[in-house]
């Protein structure tokens, strides 16, 4: 027996095998119930959290994209419409209380500055950047990492996958069927040319074979299931079904800033020098301004986009009373294809102060996304 709280007091509720109540929480169970479960005094909290739950979810197509958020290399935070969690005492409340601070459990006490992420399912991948080591007293140095950290979503809790083969300071890494593709995309490789790839199944790294002479590469995109380079002068593509590599045209194009684009429906997005939302004709090679984003030109500060469930989240920063403070907002734009996908559009459905912080909060890390349960 388990009893769930009400204004009218305590009520009984018969207890249920677990195989019925993951075919009865699967549907209908909200992002938000996981993240009040302590209101549900004998509900087992496993269950709840279990990949069992999850991999039903998945089955019945009941997922959703969750965005997470990482503010300066160590805060973690999710979007969340009705958060019940307070906000962390440095933050104030924002409308709606869409932030919602992530405890997460074991992680490694020694930071890794400039570990990029990536999501496969219910799980982010942090890997490579810096870790810091401590000399003697107030005297640091930073060792470029193999080591690859997996946050489990579902518990929130850390554990160390193995590691690179080869010590990358800023990876650019790119998911395609559940395998994670890893290049160097820092102009300080120091490095081997090496291209790896993670299977998550078999948890097995494998090495690539090289593309032809060194290339400097500042983009990796999945577009179609295929890994495309993006370099300083030329463009790659590496097909893993077949396992080769072809050289590409210019129909393929991305900028050197990987926070301000993204990729939805196998479109290019970028939030671009115009100082506009932009996609990429393919046919035309060329970029074109969004229509319908208006409200989101000329914003000031850092700019940061993500794919957000076949949509594109927006963030960019604002500094208040001469830089000491600080505003993160946040606009969700809703993007449709017109005239047999000859033209794209978008709609800003959701435009909202996401956060006020200190000023020495920044999003310039990154923003992330994995496939949750849905609401």
Known sequence: M???????????VPYLPEELLLNCFSPNIEIVLRKTVLSLQEIPLSLLTSKELYKTRTLLGTTESCLHVILFSSLWFTLCRRPTRPILSCFCRTWKNLLVSVPTH??????????????????????????KRELFVHCFNYEISTRVFVLDCLSYTWHEAPSMHVPRIIPLMTVIDETIYVVEGSKYNHSEYVIECFDTKTKIWETLPIPGAAMRIYQSLAIKGNLYLVGEKKNVVYKPKEKKWDAVGPEVHSPADTLSTCVVDNVSFWYSGKRQLEWWDSKARSWRALKGC???????????IVNYGRKIAVFWEQSVFGNLKKKIWFAEVTLEKRNNGQEICGEVSALMLFLQAQCFLSIILVFLLFDELSS
């Open 2 to 12: 388990f009893c769930v709280s009400s204004s009218e007091g305590a009520r009984e």
């Open 106 to 131: 074991n992680l490694s006490s020694r930071p890794i500055r400039c570990a990029r992420p990536a999501a496969v399912g219910s799980d982010i991948y942090m890997i490579g950047g810096c870790i």
């Open 294 to 304: 208006e409200r989101l030109r000329n914003l000031k500060g850092k700019i940061r």
